[in-house]
């Protein structure tokens, strides 16, 4: 904050002032970008880890004063390979792009699903960050890969 002071004179006869104090508070402009602790996250967990348990943790930071971040894994970018690194497709009858959920205050990613290693031994996505009380829209992705063990 500043205060600027403000006098004001005339010229007459007796001359005459006045003096008052003006406060000044510059806000900060939410105009940087949040960015994440790591562009990669890698993770180990067990097949037999139950259903809710902690699998990562993702940290990101914004240096405007009144950032609001907000989390989410972009459901689109599941990419899954079995223990002889070939390709997993997402079927109905195991549906490994539903196998987490994140905290999107936290950034805490949960399992949603039991796991199968037979099935699905590497899971990979990305995850995404926002500040919500920026002007743009921009948003920033880092990357997660789990391995099941």
């Known amino acids: ?7 004001a004179e005339d010229r007459g006869v007796p001359r005459r002032s006045a003096t008052t104090f ?6 900060d402009v939410n105009n940087r970008l949040p960015q994440f602790s790591n562009q990669l996250y890698i993770q180990y967990m067990n097949e037999d880890d139950p259903v809710g348990s902690k699998v990562l943790q993702v940290n990101a930071y914004d240096l405007d004063e009144d950032s609001e ?7 689109s970018s599941y990419e899954a ?14 549906n490994f792009k539903n196998g987490f959920s994140i905290n999107e205050k936290s950034g805490e990613i949960v399992t949603r699903l039991p796991f199968n290693r037979e099935v ?12 919500i009380n920026s002007d ?14």
């Open 1 to 7: 904050m500043f205060i600027l002071q403000i006098k």
């Open 22 to 27: 003006v406060n000044i508070t510059l806000s």
């Open 69 to 75: 971040l907000r989390f989410s894994i972009d459901s």
């Open 81 to 94: 390979k079995d223990s002889f690194n070939r390709p997993v497709t997402s079927t109905s009858d195991y």
């Open 120 to 131: 699905v031994a590497f899971i990979s996505f990305h995850i995404v960050v926002v500040d």
């Open 136 to 149: 743009s829209s921009e948003l920033q992705e880092s990357s997660a890969r789990v391995k099941l063990i």
